[in-house]
């Protein structure tokens, strides 16, 4: 994969990443499936049996991932993903995932030192990727081949241009590592957790894609459907009030760690949640009326 001038080393391979370590998770039934609570290790019927094996396969290391596939059509990525990367810290290299054809490195001086630093890392869709709606998103998303690159990961952060993180919060995103998925709940408008700032376990998700007894409906979200098939797997997940520290979408909470979307669901409170994250600013530069 050629890259493009300022680039070379952010399109290199990711390390931790990598698309050999899945191929021991089998599809298989909920009976058939554990999780080894705490370490996040989430294991399944496995070719490798004995220790040693499953040692050498356990993920390490964290990942933020952004995903758009026209950034210069977004006027606030800069700004939004060099504040993911100051508050999430040097342990949470940020992946932004796009097409080649459009990637243009931004002029940013900034934006650019942590792409030199290997701190903000460049990988391209598949050319001929179409994510233009909710339902593409979704099925992309419930298809192995973005969970395969980064199925070495211990978690993932899985964040929009439409979500902040709040430097004033006392907790960090570790303190939400022991979850296999967690994100701002929507029990307002269904089941789960959005995805739009969600944390994840990536190899349960890849698991889940792969198991050919479970797809994605014609009218189903992918933050909702994943949660449905985690719950089945007895994945390890957060209580409402848990999750709440998280995010906030579409319910309210005073002092979460992030927020998605808060201006159209949370319009009533944005007094306070401006004083509590005064970053939800960045967000202005994105479209609230979606």
Avoid at 262 to 282: A, R, S
């Amino acid at each position: 994969m050629r890259s493009k001038k300022h680039d070379a080393n952010a399109v290199e391979a990711i390390p931790h990443l990598d698309t050999e370590t899945y191929h021991h998770l089998i599809p298989r039934s909920s009976a058939q499936s554990r999780l080894s609570s705490g370490d996040g290790f989430y294991t399944s019927n496995a070719l490798h049996t004995f220790e040693k094996g499953l040692q050498e396969d356990r993920p390490s290391g964290n990942v933020a991932v952004l995903m758009e596939t026209n950034t210069s059509a977004v006027p606030n990525l800069v700004p939004i993903v060099l504040h993911f990367a100051s508050v999430l810290g040097p342990n949470w290299p940020i992946v932004l995932v796009t097409l080649e054809s459009t990637w243009v490195v931004p002029e940013s001086p900034a934006f650019r030192r942590l792409m030199d630093a290997n701190q903000i890392r460049i990988t391209y869709l598949p050319a001929t990727t179409n994510i233009s709606d909710h339902h593409s998103v979704s099925v992309f998303l419930t298809e192995p081949w973005f969970w395969e690159q980064f199925v070495s990961s211990h978690r993932m952060l899985i964040f929009q241009v439409d979500s902040i993180l709040c430097s004033k919060a006392p907790m960090t995103m570790e303190d939400f590592l022991e979850w296999d998925l967690v994100g701002a709940p929507i029990t307002v408008y269904g089941i789960g957790y959005n995805g739009g700032l969600s944390l994840r376990n990536p190899r349960l998700m890849l698991d889940i894609v792969n198991d050919p007894s479970v797809s994605l409906g014609p009218r189903d979200y992918e933050d909702q459907w994943f949660y449905a098939r985690a719950q089945e797997r007895g994945a390890h997940l957060p209580n409402t009030e848990q999750a709440l520290k998280f995010a906030v979408e579409t319910t309210y909470y005073k002092t979460p760690l992030g927020y998605h979307r808060p201006k159209p669901f949370q319009g009533e409170h944005w007094d306070e949640i401006t004083e509590w994250c005064p970053e939800v600013g960045l967000l202005w530069g994105h479209r609230f009326t979606e």
